[in-house]
Protein backbone atom coordinates (compact mmCIF):
# COMPACT_ATOMS: atom_id res chain seq x y z
CA UNK A 1 0.00 0.00 0.00
CA UNK A 2 2.76 2.45 0.97
CA UNK A 3 4.45 1.71 -2.99
CA UNK A 4 1.45 2.57 -4.40
CA UNK A 5 0.68 5.38 -2.56
CA UNK A 6 4.44 6.50 -3.24
CA UNK A 7 3.48 5.71 -7.11
CA UNK A 8 0.71 7.94 -7.05
CA UNK A 9 2.60 10.93 -5.22
CA UNK A 10 5.44 10.53 -7.96
CA UNK A 11 2.81 10.58 -10.80
CA UNK A 12 1.51 13.75 -9.43
CA UNK A 13 4.68 15.72 -8.66
CA UNK A 14 5.56 14.84 -12.47
CA UNK A 15 2.32 15.96 -13.71
CA UNK A 16 2.58 19.09 -11.53
CA UNK A 17 6.03 19.53 -13.26
CA UNK A 18 4.75 19.23 -16.70
CA UNK A 19 2.22 21.91 -16.30
CA UNK A 20 4.68 24.35 -13.96
CA UNK A 21 7.23 24.01 -17.35
CA UNK A 22 4.49 24.36 -19.94
CA UNK A 23 3.28 27.26 -18.21
CA UNK A 24 6.88 28.82 -18.30
CA UNK A 25 7.23 28.37 -21.72
CA UNK A 26 3.99 29.80 -22.77
CA UNK A 27 4.50 32.85 -20.99
CA UNK A 28 8.13 32.78 -22.32
CA UNK A 29 7.09 32.55 -26.01
CA UNK A 30 4.26 34.85 -25.64
CA UNK A 31 6.33 37.69 -23.75
CA UNK A 32 9.27 37.12 -27.23
CA UNK A 33 6.15 37.44 -29.62
CA UNK A 34 4.87 40.22 -27.89
CA UNK A 35 8.60 41.79 -28.09
CA UNK A 36 9.03 41.28 -31.43
CA UNK A 37 5.54 42.44 -32.51
CA UNK A 38 5.68 45.79 -31.06
CA UNK A 39 9.25 46.46 -32.55
CA UNK A 40 7.93 45.56 -36.10
CA UNK A 41 4.93 47.90 -35.43
CA UNK A 42 7.52 50.31 -34.52
CA UNK A 43 9.62 50.31 -36.95
CA UNK A 44 9.21 50.45 -41.16
CA UNK A 45 6.04 48.90 -41.96
CA UNK A 46 8.09 46.72 -45.02
CA UNK A 47 9.96 44.80 -42.27
CA UNK A 48 6.72 43.91 -40.61
CA UNK A 49 4.87 42.95 -43.91
CA UNK A 50 8.03 40.98 -44.44
CA UNK A 51 8.69 39.47 -41.61
CA UNK A 52 5.02 38.05 -41.58
CA UNK A 53 5.36 36.72 -45.28
CA UNK A 54 8.73 35.09 -44.02
CA UNK A 55 7.07 33.44 -41.32
CA UNK A 56 3.29 32.70 -43.36
CA UNK A 57 5.73 30.83 -46.07
CA UNK A 58 7.58 28.57 -43.01
CA UNK A 59 4.70 27.51 -41.72
CA UNK A 60 3.62 26.52 -45.04
CA UNK A 61 6.26 24.88 -46.22
CA UNK A 62 6.39 22.76 -42.57
CA UNK A 63 3.03 21.63 -43.22
CA UNK A 64 3.71 20.63 -47.17
CA UNK A 65 6.37 18.47 -45.50
CA UNK A 66 4.26 17.25 -42.58
CA UNK A 67 2.26 15.98 -45.54
CA UNK A 68 4.58 14.53 -48.12
CA UNK A 69 5.72 13.27 -45.23
CA UNK A 70 2.99 11.47 -43.27
CA UNK A 71 -0.23 10.92 -45.43
CA UNK A 72 -0.35 8.42 -47.97
CA UNK A 73 -1.20 9.75 -51.40
CA UNK A 74 -3.84 7.14 -53.70
CA UNK A 75 -2.32 5.93 -56.91
CA UNK A 76 -3.83 7.64 -60.02
CA UNK A 77 -5.77 4.18 -60.80
CA UNK A 78 -7.67 4.54 -57.97
CA UNK A 79 -8.55 8.43 -58.45
CA UNK A 80 -10.41 7.01 -61.94
CA UNK A 81 -13.97 6.68 -61.54
CA UNK A 82 -16.02 4.03 -63.41
CA UNK A 83 -17.42 5.55 -66.45
CA UNK A 84 -18.31 4.44 -70.06
CA UNK A 85 -14.96 4.59 -72.16
CA UNK A 86 -15.22 7.80 -74.80
CA UNK A 87 -13.20 7.65 -77.86
CA UNK A 88 -11.23 10.65 -76.32
CA UNK A 89 -10.69 8.99 -72.98
CA UNK A 90 -8.84 5.98 -75.15
CA UNK A 91 -7.18 8.84 -77.11
CA UNK A 92 -5.47 10.52 -74.87
CA UNK A 93 -4.09 7.81 -73.23
CA UNK A 94 -2.38 6.40 -76.60
CA UNK A 95 -0.76 9.84 -76.62
CA UNK A 96 0.96 10.02 -73.20
CA UNK A 97 1.40 6.14 -73.88
CA UNK A 98 3.26 6.65 -77.02
CA UNK A 99 4.98 9.52 -75.26
CA UNK A 100 6.75 6.94 -72.77
CA UNK A 101 7.93 4.99 -75.23
CA UNK A 102 5.20 2.27 -75.51
CA UNK A 103 4.28 0.04 -78.51
CA UNK A 104 0.60 1.54 -79.02
CA UNK A 105 0.11 0.08 -82.65
CA UNK A 106 -2.32 -2.96 -81.82
CA UNK A 107 -4.19 -0.45 -79.84
CA UNK A 108 -4.25 2.13 -82.65
CA UNK A 109 -5.17 -0.72 -85.04
CA UNK A 110 -8.49 -1.49 -83.07
CA UNK A 111 -9.31 2.32 -83.33
CA UNK A 112 -8.55 2.32 -87.21
CA UNK A 113 -10.59 -0.95 -88.23
CA UNK A 114 -13.53 0.72 -85.99
CA UNK A 115 -13.04 4.05 -88.58
CA UNK A 116 -13.60 2.10 -91.25
CA UNK A 117 -16.29 0.10 -89.74
CA UNK A 118 -18.36 3.19 -88.95
CA UNK A 119 -17.50 5.03 -92.79
CA UNK A 120 -18.63 1.42 -94.36
CA UNK A 121 -21.88 1.80 -92.10
CA UNK A 122 -22.65 -1.77 -92.59
CA UNK A 123 -24.12 -3.93 -89.56
CA UNK A 124 -21.87 -6.95 -88.40
CA UNK A 125 -23.39 -9.86 -87.12
CA UNK A 126 -20.89 -12.04 -85.35
CA UNK A 127 -21.88 -16.35 -85.27
CA UNK A 128 -19.79 -16.69 -81.54
CA UNK A 129 -20.43 -20.44 -79.75
CA UNK A 130 -18.29 -23.43 -79.35
CA UNK A 131 -17.08 -25.61 -82.13
CA UNK A 132 -19.67 -28.83 -84.08
CA UNK A 133 -22.31 -26.27 -83.02
CA UNK A 134 -22.89 -25.48 -86.77
CA UNK A 135 -22.12 -21.98 -86.90
CA UNK A 136 -20.87 -22.28 -90.27
CA UNK A 137 -23.81 -24.12 -91.64
CA UNK A 138 -26.24 -21.39 -90.86
CA UNK A 139 -24.33 -19.16 -92.65
CA UNK A 140 -24.42 -21.44 -95.36
CA UNK A 141 -27.80 -21.46 -94.81
CA UNK A 142 -28.33 -18.08 -94.89
CA UNK A 143 -26.68 -17.46 -98.27
CA UNK A 144 -26.80 -20.33 -99.98
CA UNK A 145 -23.67 -19.05 -102.47
CA UNK A 146 -21.88 -18.85 -99.76
CA UNK A 147 -18.25 -20.54 -99.98
CA UNK A 148 -17.54 -21.74 -96.52
CA UNK A 149 -15.77 -25.16 -95.73
CA UNK A 150 -17.93 -27.20 -93.34
CA UNK A 151 -16.76 -30.53 -91.60
CA UNK A 152 -19.00 -32.45 -89.74
CA UNK A 153 -15.97 -33.12 -87.47
CA UNK A 154 -15.70 -29.60 -85.87
CA UNK A 155 -13.61 -27.16 -85.65
CA UNK A 156 -12.81 -26.22 -89.35
CA UNK A 157 -13.12 -22.48 -89.46
CA UNK A 158 -9.51 -21.04 -88.13
CA UNK A 159 -10.31 -17.22 -89.08
CA UNK A 160 -12.27 -14.75 -89.08
CA UNK A 161 -14.50 -14.38 -92.57
CA UNK A 162 -16.87 -12.39 -93.71
CA UNK A 163 -20.21 -12.90 -95.65
CA UNK A 164 -22.22 -9.99 -97.19
CA UNK A 165 -26.05 -10.70 -96.29
CA UNK A 166 -29.13 -8.53 -97.17
CA UNK A 167 -32.29 -8.88 -95.45
CA UNK A 168 -35.86 -8.05 -96.09
CA UNK A 169 -35.51 -4.58 -95.59
CA UNK A 170 -32.47 -4.11 -97.97
CA UNK A 171 -29.65 -3.99 -95.31
CA UNK A 172 -26.87 -4.69 -95.79
CA UNK A 173 -25.32 -6.91 -93.34
CA UNK A 174 -21.99 -8.70 -92.76
CA UNK A 175 -22.34 -12.28 -91.13
CA UNK A 176 -18.88 -12.57 -89.42
CA UNK A 177 -17.85 -16.55 -89.06
CA UNK A 178 -15.24 -16.78 -86.18
CA UNK A 179 -12.77 -19.99 -85.17
CA UNK A 180 -15.33 -21.83 -82.48
CA UNK A 181 -14.59 -21.93 -78.69
CA UNK A 182 -12.95 -24.85 -76.28
CA UNK A 183 -10.88 -26.09 -78.84
CA UNK A 184 -7.21 -27.08 -78.05
CA UNK A 185 -5.95 -23.26 -79.73
CA UNK A 186 -6.27 -20.96 -77.43
CA UNK A 187 -5.31 -17.85 -79.92
CA UNK A 188 -8.77 -19.02 -81.82
CA UNK A 189 -10.53 -18.17 -78.80
CA UNK A 190 -8.79 -15.15 -78.41
CA UNK A 191 -9.63 -14.30 -82.25
CA UNK A 192 -13.20 -15.21 -81.60
CA UNK A 193 -13.69 -12.84 -78.32
CA UNK A 194 -12.39 -9.98 -80.12
CA UNK A 195 -14.30 -10.09 -83.34
CA UNK A 196 -17.60 -10.41 -80.62
CA UNK A 197 -16.25 -7.24 -79.28
CA UNK A 198 -15.81 -5.65 -82.63
CA UNK A 199 -19.46 -6.43 -84.18
CA UNK A 200 -22.84 -4.79 -83.38
CA UNK A 201 -24.96 -8.02 -82.77
CA UNK A 202 -23.23 -11.09 -81.64
CA UNK A 203 -25.41 -14.76 -82.13
CA UNK A 204 -24.87 -16.92 -79.47
CA UNK A 205 -24.88 -20.55 -81.20
CA UNK A 206 -24.99 -24.08 -79.07
CA UNK A 207 -27.07 -27.39 -79.44
CA UNK A 208 -29.04 -27.82 -76.64
CA UNK A 209 -28.48 -27.05 -72.89
CA UNK A 210 -25.76 -24.45 -72.21
CA UNK A 211 -22.70 -26.04 -70.47
CA UNK A 212 -20.48 -24.11 -68.14
CA UNK A 213 -18.09 -23.05 -70.51
CA UNK A 214 -20.85 -21.70 -72.86
CA UNK A 215 -22.40 -19.76 -69.72
CA UNK A 216 -19.09 -17.98 -69.02
CA UNK A 217 -19.66 -17.04 -72.71
CA UNK A 218 -23.08 -15.49 -72.17
CA UNK A 219 -21.84 -13.83 -68.99
CA UNK A 220 -19.23 -12.24 -70.92
CA UNK A 221 -20.92 -11.22 -74.04
CA UNK A 222 -23.58 -9.52 -71.57
CA UNK A 223 -21.45 -7.80 -70.22
CA UNK A 224 -20.18 -5.76 -73.45
CA UNK A 225 -23.88 -4.27 -73.49
CA UNK A 226 -24.59 -5.34 -76.81
CA UNK A 227 -27.46 -7.29 -78.41
CA UNK A 228 -27.31 -11.03 -78.08
CA UNK A 229 -29.44 -13.97 -79.67
CA UNK A 230 -29.07 -16.80 -78.19
CA UNK A 231 -29.34 -20.17 -80.93
CA UNK A 232 -30.01 -23.12 -80.62
CA UNK A 233 -29.37 -24.69 -83.69
CA UNK A 234 -30.22 -28.95 -84.40
CA UNK A 235 -33.19 -28.72 -82.71
CA UNK A 236 -34.62 -31.20 -84.92
CA UNK A 237 -32.78 -34.02 -82.94
CA UNK A 238 -35.86 -32.83 -80.79
CA UNK A 239 -39.41 -33.15 -80.67
CA UNK A 240 -41.53 -29.90 -80.13
CA UNK A 241 -42.35 -30.75 -76.62
CA UNK A 242 -38.67 -30.87 -75.34
CA UNK A 243 -37.84 -27.72 -78.09
CA UNK A 244 -39.74 -25.77 -75.59
CA UNK A 245 -38.34 -27.39 -72.61
CA UNK A 246 -34.70 -26.12 -73.85
CA UNK A 247 -35.75 -23.01 -74.78
CA UNK A 248 -37.04 -22.09 -71.45
CA UNK A 249 -34.18 -23.48 -70.12
CA UNK A 250 -32.31 -20.74 -71.96
CA UNK A 251 -34.25 -18.14 -71.30
CA UNK A 252 -34.07 -18.88 -67.35
CA UNK A 253 -30.12 -18.86 -67.59
CA UNK A 254 -30.30 -15.80 -69.62
CA UNK A 255 -32.32 -14.24 -66.75
CA UNK A 256 -30.11 -15.74 -63.88
CA UNK A 257 -27.24 -14.58 -65.94
CA UNK A 258 -28.32 -10.45 -65.86
CA UNK A 259 -29.81 -10.58 -69.41
CA UNK A 260 -32.65 -8.78 -70.19
CA UNK A 261 -33.38 -10.37 -73.37
CA UNK A 262 -36.97 -10.41 -75.27
CA UNK A 263 -38.48 -14.16 -76.04
CA UNK A 264 -37.83 -13.53 -79.68
CA UNK A 265 -34.05 -13.29 -79.11
CA UNK A 266 -34.11 -17.10 -77.83
CA UNK A 267 -34.75 -18.98 -81.08
CA UNK A 268 -34.40 -22.59 -82.09
CA UNK A 269 -33.46 -23.39 -85.66
CA UNK A 270 -31.98 -26.21 -87.93
CA UNK A 271 -29.17 -25.72 -90.61
CA UNK A 272 -30.15 -28.61 -92.51
CA UNK A 273 -26.71 -30.03 -94.30
CA UNK A 274 -26.82 -33.68 -95.82
CA UNK A 275 -27.89 -36.42 -93.78
CA UNK A 276 -27.51 -40.33 -94.25
CA UNK A 277 -30.82 -42.27 -95.12
CA UNK A 278 -30.85 -45.85 -94.93
CA UNK A 279 -33.05 -47.76 -97.53
CA UNK A 280 -33.79 -51.23 -98.45
CA UNK A 281 -33.51 -52.43 -101.39
CA UNK A 282 -35.62 -54.80 -103.70
CA UNK A 283 -33.22 -57.98 -102.85
CA UNK A 284 -33.94 -57.17 -98.73
CA UNK A 285 -30.56 -55.13 -98.36
CA UNK A 286 -30.06 -52.06 -96.71
CA UNK A 287 -28.07 -49.21 -98.79
CA UNK A 288 -26.95 -45.98 -97.54
CA UNK A 289 -28.01 -42.53 -99.06
CA UNK A 290 -26.87 -39.01 -98.33
CA UNK A 291 -29.88 -36.65 -99.11
CA UNK A 292 -30.20 -33.14 -98.43
CA UNK A 293 -31.73 -32.54 -95.04
CA UNK A 294 -33.57 -28.57 -95.65
CA UNK A 295 -32.89 -25.56 -93.40
CA UNK A 296 -35.29 -24.17 -91.09
CA UNK A 297 -34.29 -21.05 -89.77
CA UNK A 298 -36.99 -18.78 -90.37
CA UNK A 299 -37.43 -17.80 -86.95
CA UNK A 300 -33.74 -16.45 -86.87
CA UNK A 301 -34.06 -14.35 -89.36
CA UNK A 302 -37.47 -12.60 -87.80
CA UNK A 303 -35.59 -12.71 -84.67
CA UNK A 304 -32.38 -10.76 -86.34
CA UNK A 305 -34.64 -8.19 -88.35
CA UNK A 306 -36.66 -7.21 -85.61
CA UNK A 307 -33.81 -6.89 -83.02
CA UNK A 308 -31.96 -4.61 -85.63
CA UNK A 309 -35.19 -2.59 -85.71
CA UNK A 310 -35.37 -2.31 -81.83
CA UNK A 311 -31.60 -1.24 -81.37
CA UNK A 312 -31.43 0.92 -84.82
CA UNK A 313 -30.18 3.97 -82.71
CA UNK A 314 -28.01 2.26 -80.19
CA UNK A 315 -25.84 -0.41 -82.33
CA UNK A 316 -23.25 1.60 -83.07
CA UNK A 317 -22.57 3.32 -79.81
CA UNK A 318 -22.87 -0.06 -77.94
CA UNK A 319 -20.18 -1.68 -80.62
CA UNK A 320 -18.24 1.74 -80.11
CA UNK A 321 -17.56 1.06 -76.74
CA UNK A 322 -16.71 -2.01 -76.41
CA UNK A 323 -14.10 -2.08 -79.45
CA UNK A 324 -12.94 1.34 -76.86
CA UNK A 325 -12.64 -1.21 -74.21
CA UNK A 326 -10.71 -3.52 -76.87
CA UNK A 327 -8.59 -0.80 -77.59
CA UNK A 328 -7.73 -0.17 -73.80
CA UNK A 329 -7.29 -3.47 -73.01
CA UNK A 330 -4.58 -3.62 -75.73
CA UNK A 331 -3.21 -0.98 -74.51
CA UNK A 332 -2.93 -1.87 -70.91
CA UNK A 333 -1.14 -5.02 -72.03
CA UNK A 334 1.66 -3.12 -73.98
CA UNK A 335 1.59 -0.90 -71.12
CA UNK A 336 2.77 -4.28 -69.05
CA UNK A 337 4.72 -5.32 -71.76
CA UNK A 338 6.95 -2.16 -71.48
CA UNK A 339 6.67 -1.82 -67.58
CA UNK A 340 8.38 -5.53 -67.69
CA UNK A 341 11.07 -4.39 -70.37
CA UNK A 342 11.79 -1.05 -68.28
CA UNK A 343 11.55 -2.47 -64.86
CA UNK A 344 14.79 -4.60 -66.28
CA UNK A 345 16.41 -2.13 -67.55
CA UNK A 346 16.07 0.03 -63.99
CA UNK A 347 17.10 -3.22 -62.05
CA UNK A 348 19.96 -3.55 -64.06
CA UNK A 349 21.36 -0.31 -64.27
CA UNK A 350 21.04 -0.27 -60.35
CA UNK A 351 22.73 -3.79 -59.97
CA UNK A 352 25.54 -2.71 -61.66
CA UNK A 353 26.09 0.51 -59.66
CA UNK A 354 25.97 -1.88 -56.65
CA UNK A 355 28.79 -4.06 -57.69
CA UNK A 356 30.74 -1.32 -58.86
CA UNK A 357 30.39 0.52 -55.39
CA UNK A 358 31.28 -2.99 -53.84
CA UNK A 359 34.72 -3.25 -56.05
CA UNK A 360 35.29 0.18 -54.82
CA UNK A 361 34.74 -0.19 -51.65
CA UNK A 362 37.09 -3.68 -51.49
CA UNK A 363 36.01 -4.84 -47.43
CA UNK A 364 32.23 -5.15 -47.92
CA UNK A 365 30.19 -5.48 -44.63
CA UNK A 366 27.15 -7.71 -44.45
CA UNK A 367 24.59 -4.37 -44.88
CA UNK A 368 23.79 -4.85 -48.28
CA UNK A 369 21.76 -1.64 -48.51
CA UNK A 370 24.75 0.26 -47.15
CA UNK A 371 24.65 2.49 -50.49
CA UNK A 372 21.14 3.75 -49.55
CA UNK A 373 21.26 6.24 -52.19
CA UNK A 374 21.13 3.45 -54.92
CA UNK A 375 18.33 1.33 -53.37
CA UNK A 376 16.38 4.88 -52.81
CA UNK A 377 16.68 5.81 -56.61
CA UNK A 378 15.58 2.37 -57.78
CA UNK A 379 12.50 1.99 -55.50
CA UNK A 380 11.25 4.97 -56.51
CA UNK A 381 11.72 4.72 -60.47
CA UNK A 382 10.11 1.72 -60.40
CA UNK A 383 7.29 2.96 -58.12
CA UNK A 384 6.82 5.63 -60.98
CA UNK A 385 7.21 3.12 -63.42
CA UNK A 386 3.92 1.37 -61.62
CA UNK A 387 2.16 4.58 -61.09
CA UNK A 388 2.65 4.39 -57.50
CA UNK A 389 3.28 7.32 -55.33
CA UNK A 390 4.85 6.42 -52.57
CA UNK A 391 5.37 8.35 -49.13
CA UNK A 392 9.00 8.86 -48.62
CA UNK A 393 8.53 7.05 -44.97
CA UNK A 394 7.44 4.49 -46.83
CA UNK A 395 10.61 3.68 -49.28
CA UNK A 396 12.81 4.39 -46.25
CA UNK A 397 10.85 1.95 -44.16
CA UNK A 398 10.70 -0.95 -47.16
CA UNK A 399 14.73 -0.32 -47.34
CA UNK A 400 15.41 -0.88 -43.47
CA UNK A 401 13.01 -3.82 -43.31
CA UNK A 402 14.91 -5.04 -46.04
CA UNK A 403 18.22 -4.71 -44.97
CA UNK A 404 17.86 -6.50 -42.33
CA UNK A 405 16.34 -9.47 -44.16
CA UNK A 406 19.48 -8.82 -46.89
CA UNK A 407 21.76 -9.67 -44.04
CA UNK A 408 20.86 -12.63 -43.36
CA UNK A 409 21.02 -13.43 -47.03
CA UNK A 410 24.11 -12.49 -47.44
CA UNK A 411 25.85 -15.97 -47.21
CA UNK A 412 23.42 -17.67 -49.71
CA UNK A 413 24.36 -14.96 -51.81
CA UNK A 414 28.10 -15.39 -51.29
CA UNK A 415 28.13 -18.87 -51.71
CA UNK A 416 26.25 -18.65 -54.80
CA UNK A 417 28.83 -15.81 -56.30
CA UNK A 418 31.43 -17.96 -55.82
CA UNK A 419 30.03 -21.00 -57.49
CA UNK A 420 28.87 -18.41 -60.30
CA UNK A 421 32.07 -17.34 -60.41
CA UNK A 422 33.78 -20.43 -61.03
CA UNK A 423 31.29 -21.28 -64.39
CA UNK A 424 33.30 -18.73 -66.30
CA UNK A 425 36.33 -19.50 -68.00
CA UNK A 426 39.20 -17.64 -67.55
CA UNK A 427 37.71 -16.24 -64.08
CA UNK A 428 40.76 -17.73 -62.35
CA UNK A 429 41.21 -17.54 -58.48
CA UNK A 430 38.31 -15.88 -57.50
CA UNK A 431 39.59 -12.80 -55.86
CA UNK A 432 37.34 -12.16 -52.04
CA UNK A 433 36.41 -8.68 -53.66
CA UNK A 434 34.80 -9.93 -56.81
CA UNK A 435 32.22 -12.72 -54.71
CA UNK A 436 31.44 -9.94 -52.63
CA UNK A 437 30.67 -7.60 -55.16
CA UNK A 438 28.31 -10.34 -57.05
CA UNK A 439 26.86 -11.14 -53.59
CA UNK A 440 25.81 -7.28 -53.61
CA UNK A 441 24.52 -7.33 -56.66
CA UNK A 442 22.83 -10.46 -56.81
CA UNK A 443 20.80 -9.35 -53.46
CA UNK A 444 20.18 -6.06 -55.60
CA UNK A 445 18.53 -7.78 -58.16
CA UNK A 446 16.58 -10.34 -55.99
CA UNK A 447 15.33 -6.75 -54.13
CA UNK A 448 14.27 -5.25 -57.28
CA UNK A 449 12.40 -8.42 -58.57
CA UNK A 450 10.17 -8.71 -55.33
CA UNK A 451 9.43 -4.81 -55.70
CA UNK A 452 8.35 -5.36 -58.95
CA UNK A 453 6.18 -8.47 -57.63
CA UNK A 454 4.54 -6.30 -55.36
CA UNK A 455 4.00 -3.60 -57.43
CA UNK A 456 2.28 -5.83 -59.93
CA UNK A 457 -0.10 -7.41 -57.60
CA UNK A 458 -0.79 -4.73 -55.14
CA UNK A 459 -0.34 -1.78 -57.23
CA UNK A 460 1.45 0.47 -54.62
CA UNK A 461 4.81 0.09 -52.19
CA UNK A 462 3.59 -1.29 -49.16
CA UNK A 463 6.64 -1.71 -46.83
CA UNK A 464 5.75 -4.60 -44.56
CA UNK A 465 4.48 -6.67 -47.40
CA UNK A 466 7.07 -5.84 -49.75
CA UNK A 467 10.07 -6.63 -47.75
CA UNK A 468 8.16 -9.83 -46.73
CA UNK A 469 8.43 -10.93 -50.36
CA UNK A 470 11.71 -9.92 -51.05
CA UNK A 471 12.62 -12.49 -47.68
CA UNK A 472 10.22 -15.33 -48.97
CA UNK A 473 11.76 -15.07 -52.40
CA UNK A 474 15.34 -14.25 -52.08
CA UNK A 475 16.30 -17.52 -52.71
CA UNK A 476 14.50 -18.23 -56.04
CA UNK A 477 15.61 -14.64 -57.20
CA UNK A 478 19.64 -15.25 -56.38
CA UNK A 479 19.09 -18.06 -58.36
CA UNK A 480 17.01 -16.60 -61.09
CA UNK A 481 19.66 -13.61 -61.51
CA UNK A 482 23.32 -15.45 -60.56
CA UNK A 483 24.83 -15.96 -64.36
CA UNK A 484 24.05 -12.23 -65.57
CA UNK A 485 25.32 -10.34 -62.56
CA UNK A 486 28.42 -12.50 -62.19
CA UNK A 487 28.86 -11.86 -65.33
CA UNK A 488 28.14 -8.06 -65.26
CA UNK A 489 31.40 -8.01 -62.52
CA UNK A 490 33.91 -9.70 -64.58
CA UNK A 491 33.00 -7.11 -67.17
CA UNK A 492 33.48 -4.38 -64.77
CA UNK A 493 36.50 -5.74 -63.14
CA UNK A 494 38.71 -6.23 -66.75
CA UNK A 495 37.06 -2.69 -67.75
CA UNK A 496 38.77 -1.39 -64.76
CA UNK A 497 41.78 -2.98 -65.11
Same mark, same amino acid.
Given at each position: MKLDRFLRLSIGLFVTLVVVVAIAVMLFVTESALNVWDRLVQGPRILLYGYVSVMIALVLA??? &??????????????????????????????????????????????????????????????????????????????????????????GSTVDIRHYRWRNENGAEILLTDVPGTGGLDGDLDEMALREAQR???? &???????????????????????????????????????????????????????????ARDQVVAVSAGGEVDIIEKRADGGEASIR?????????????????????????????????????????????????????QQIIRNSTRKAVVGALAAVSPGTDILVQGYIGTTMTRELCRLFGAVPRDLDIEEFLSLSQSRAGKALPLGLAVAGNALKAFPGAGTVAGGLVHAVAYGLIFDALGRSLVMTLTKHGELNPGTAAK??????????????????KLALDQEKTSE
Open positions: AIW &LIFRLAVKRKTTANDEVARPLRRSDIESRLLAAEKSGVDISDAQAELQELASRQESGSVHLCFFGEISTGKSSLIKALIPSADLAINPVGAQLV &LLVCDGDLTRNESRAVTWLLALGKPLILVMNKSDRYNREEQAILLERLLDHLDNLGGESSQRPADIGVLVVAINRLLEREAESLDIKRDRAVFHLAADKLAQAEGEYRTQRAEFEDGISEHIEAGVRQVA
